[in-house]
């Protein structure tokens, strides 16, 4: 039985810096899906400048009480942290990074010979569970070529499992909750059945080509949720081009959720207790200098 979809949602476009992203989730009513409460989609830009892969700090910025999960698409992107932690990844990899009881980022879209003047990608914030928040940071960076996949049957495609496991297949990423981020590239004329489990909450984003999901055309750069309801989610690519989505989503989030800024608590008092620590100088600073 095919899923039921509820809403499409489009988005609020904002500027972060020199980058125009449209920010999906949360939006309207629509505060969470499993446990992802944050998804900006950074629209596809082309870079002035090659090379520069260190940011200047004045974007650096706190985190407590999510993992953020970064996916480029094209282009690099750099990371810098308050833990001493960084690393480049290319389009294809990824970075997921655990705030917990509180960290310090910065990240810086670049453009390499290599790679190209385009940048674009996604991210996501992965609401922790109350009792992982207190826990100390981590991070993981994971290039292209170590993403797990799945060649789809008949040629139809690949699915690369960004978050949680796709029958035997499994991402490095940690989970404290059932949780999933697949990828779907669906070759031109392709279609392919996802057959969910009960018990989660489904999510699908698509980034640039239309692609048809249960029958109804979605366009570019829109989040679709679902009715509980059902297991099916039919996608069919009806372009003589590749297409492209994300389905992602997991188990619902039951303890309370409060959101201000950077951080993501249970309760106000956490959320007054995170701006503290912050301003009291406990998340540490980011060393610039790795070379």
């Known amino acids: 039985m095919k899923k039921e979809l509820t809403a499409i949602y489009s988005g609020i476009n904002s500027k972060v810096g020199d980058f125009l992203v449209n920010r999906l989730l949360p939006g309207n009513s629509l505060q969470a899906i499993g446990p992802m409460v944050f998804l900006d989609h950074i629209y596809p830009t082309t870079l002035r400048k090659h090379g520069h892969d260190v940011p200047t700090g ?97 040629d139809i495609g690949v699915l690369r499992v960004l978050i949680g496991e796709f029958g035997c297949t499994v991402s490095p990423v940690k989970m404290f909750s059932k949780q999933f981020i697949y990828h779907i590239k669906l070759n031109p004329k392709a279609s392919f059945n996802f057959r969910g489990k009960p018990g989660l909450e489904y999510g699908t984003f698509v980034p640039s080509n239309d692609i048809l999901v249960n029958d109804t055309m979605v366009g570019k ?71």
């Open 221 to 291: 750069s829109k989040l679709i949720t679902f009715a509980h309801e059902g297991d099916e989610i039919f996608l069919e690519n009806p372009n003589i081009e590749p297409a492209e989505l994300l389905i992602f989503g997991g188990e619902p989030y039951t303890d309370p959720i409060l959101a201000q800024g950077p951080f993501v608590m249970n309760s106000n008092q956490e959320i007054a207790e995170a701006y503290g620590d912050f301003f009291n100088g406990k998340y540490g600073t980011i060393n610039y200098n790795t070379r």
């Open 58 to 154: 004045e974007f650096a910025h706190p985190h407590r009480g999510i993992a953020t999960f970064s996916y480029v698409l094209n282009g690099s992107l750099a990371h810098f942290d308050s833990r001493g932690n960084h690393d480049v990844i290319s389009a294809g990899g990824f970075q997921w990074m655990k705030a917990g009881n509180g960290i310090i980022h910065d990240e810086q879209p670049f453009a390499t010979a290599e790679f190209g003047d385009l940048f674009h990608s996604l991210q996501f914030w992965v609401n922790l569970p109350a009792t992982v928040k207190p826990e100390e940071p981590e991070y993981l960076a994971v290039q292209a070529e170590h993403v797990p996949e799945i060649n789809l049957p008949n």
